[in-house]
């Protein structure tokens, strides 16, 4: 039978959950025409699993994915245009492989816990149709393995099983670009630290 998450001292967390991404991209680069360009983020919310095994009171494994389309956009003032601005979805995918480190073992209501480890992501390509003229722009984005930080929060419903649960982590991330029709391809690296929000429900057993 299934016991309730926060009463036992080891076991399995199914959780699923809504997965906000809110990226901290935005930067000014030189572009020739227009002169300079503003490249920046947009948040999005996507959805996530991930599963933990608990093997004694304080630690477990986790291992999981998270999947979200934050906008890339591109915008600058181009003579005898105007104000030009560039907009892409990037497919984003997370996955998670973290320690984690529960602080209130002995709590039939609260879990609080921390965790900490490597995480893999995959990025979309972008591609942008230029408004004026026939060109389009493409844009190749590489993978990374980064390291992310969390802390996280379940609340028992009641005596079952279930959770609610929420947490934040960052992700330690970076773009690195490079135009797909170079060959080769100069590549240009921007800072792309990701807070992630999420809140979901949680199944233990």
């Known amino acids: 039978m299934a016991t309730p998450a926060l009463a ?32 920046t983020g947009g948040s999005d919310l996507g959805f996530g699993l991930s599963l933990e ?12 994915f998270m999947k979200a389309s934050p906008n890339v956009d591109i915008s600058g003032e181009v003579p005898g245009y105007g104000e030009l601005v560039l907009s892409d ?16 073992p ?25 408004p004026i003229g026939d060109d389009s722009l493409g844009i190749r984005v590489d993978n990374e393995t980064t390291w992310s930080a969390k802390a996280g929060l379940g609340i028992a419903l009641g005596g079952s099983a279930w959770s609610a649960i929420g947490g934040i982590r960052y992700i330690d991330s970076s773009l ?5 029709e170079d ?9 792309y630290g990701l807070i992630n929000f999420t809140v979901g429900i949680s199944y233990s057993f």
């Open 8 to 39: 036992a001292d080891t076991g399995w967390h199914l959780r699923a959950f809504a997965a906000g991404f809110d990226p901290s991209l935005d930067e000014t680069v030189p572009a020739g025409n227009p002169e300079f360009v503003e490249v």
């Open 53 to 64: 095994y608990q093997f004694s009171k304080r630690w477990g494994l986790e291992a999981g």
């Open 89 to 104: 979805s990037m497919d984003t995918i997370a996955l998670i492989f973290d320690v984690d480190f529960h602080l209130t």
């Open 106 to 130: 002995g709590s039939e209501v609260f879990d609080v816990y921390i965790g900490a480890g490597i995480v893999r992501m995959s990025y979309h390509d972008l591609f942008y149709e230029m």
């Open 176 to 180: 690195v670009v490079s135009n797909t």
């Open 183 to 191: 060959a080769p391809s100069e590549t240009e690296t921007f800072d």
